[in-house]
T-cell receptor, first 113, second 117 residues
Framework: QQQVKQSPQSLIVQKGGISIINCAYE??????FPWYQQFPGKGPALLIA?????SEKKEGRFTISFNKSAKQFSLHIMDSQPGDSATYFC????????????FGTGTKLQVIP | GAVVSQHPSWVICKSGTSVKIECRSL??????MFWYRQFPKKSLMLMAT?????????EQGVEKDKFLINHASLTLSTLTVTSAHPEDSSFYIC?????????????FGPGTRLTVL
């Protein structure tokens, strides 16, 4: 019930292409869905987040698409750049502050020139 | 944005010794902090929730006597790995919600790499 499934495990995209990472959750009580970016040897950094009352959120080259009925959400990185090469984690939590975060399994993205 | 720091960034210790890791919120107060553990190429696994002024809440399977957590102030939580063994070697990361929990945003520290010989 608390799991967040993420795919693919790894992804190679050419520079300028679109990177797509998918996640699915089971617990319908989750109502806050952040994405984190992690570089090797560093802590995760919040990239973008969405709530279930919104189907899409865009910030710069990053877009989250959310399908509440399917309990799925995805991250799209447009015009992918080599600097985007990192591990991406989707996550889910309850809203209202002080809530622990359940992470997906992670996707290692490599953007090649 | 809010900043969370950790100290040390890496530590090497001998088996059987104890190691203390500090997590500080630099520009905001945090009554709650979270401690995670991450193995190489794996996801973050929540270990415990650190609460200022009260006992920590541990996740199932985490030994509370081995991983001691103290939330000494509104800006400091410490994780002490007692009697460390090689299997405790991992990347330990803390996080804190921003604005005393008024938002859902959590900020993560840079992590501490623990190697137990």
């Amino acid at each position: 019930q608390q799991q967040v499934k993420q795919s693919p495990q790894s992804l190679i995209v050419q520079k300028g292409g679109i990177s797509i990472i998918n996640c699915a959750y089971e617990n319908t009580a989750f109502d806050y869905f952040p994405w984190y970016q992690q570089f090797p040897g560093k802590g995760p950094a919040l990239l973008i987040a969405i709530r279930p009352d919104v189907s899409e959120k865009k910030e710069g080259r990053f877009t989250i698409s959310f399908n509440k009925s399917a309990k799925q959400f995805s991250l799209h990185i447009m015009d992918s750049q080599p600097g985007d090469s990192a591990t991406y984690f989707c996550a889910a939590s309850y809203s209202g502050g002080y809530q622990k975060v359940t992470f997906g399994t992670g996707t290692k993205l490599q953007v090649i020139p | 944005g809010a900043v969370v720091s950790q100290h040390p960034s890496w530590v090497i210790c001998k088996s059987g010794t104890s190691v203390k890791i500090e997590c500080r919120s630099l520009d905001f107060q945090a009554t709650t902090m979270f401690w995670y553990r991450q193995f190489p190429k794996k996801s973050l696994m929540l270990m415990a929730t650190s609460n200022e002024g009260s006992k920590a809440t541990y996740e199932q399977g985490v030994e509370k006597d081995k991983f001691l957590i103290n939330h000494a102030s509104l800006t400091l939580s410490t994780l002490t790995v007692t009697s460390a063994h090689p299997e405790d070697s991992s990347f330990y990361i803390c996080s804190a919600p921003d604005g005393l929990g008024s938002t859902d945003t959590q900020y993560f520290g840079p992590g501490t790499r623990l190697t137990v010989l």
